[in-house]
Nanobody
């Protein structure tokens, strides 16, 4: 089973992109799902997650109000709508299963699973 993220690209600052992730054989009832990103020279950052318990959504402070996570159960797909993009949003974005909220931050738990990411580049 693989998680495949798509929808990245090059966009100007202020623009929008929508990322998609096919969760393949996983079911959303199994665990928290969401997105994290990795930029060159920077620490990995949890971006957003949907709780499998109550479907509440959580966001990193850096993206709250600009990004929206959602899921389509019928398609087993998770989306990340990214608006008002900034150059500092440039990174490889990954969808993942096994995210957790620790304090105010989103983390990958031990045993988390993710697949190939998609590059997002925001030009100034």
């Amino acid at each position: 089973v693989q998680l495949q993220a798509s929808g990245g690209g090059l966009v100007q600052a202020g623009g929008s992109l929508r990322l998609s992730c096919d969760f393949g054989g996983f079911t959303f009832a199994e665990d928290n799902i969401g997105w994290f990103r990795q930029a060159p020279g920077k620490e990995r950052e949890g971006v957003s997650l949907i709780s499998y318990v109550d479907r509440r959504t959580y966001y990193a402070d850096s993206v709250r109000g600009r990004f929206t996570i959602s899921r389509d159960n019928a398609k087993n797909t998770v989306y990340l709508q990214m608006n008002s993009l900034k150059p500092e949003d440039t990174a490889v974005y990954y969808c993942a299963k096994g995210l957790s909220l620790e304090g105010a931050k989103i983390h990958l738990r031990v045993g988390a699973y993710w697949g190939q990411g998609t590059q997002v580049t925001v030009s100034s």
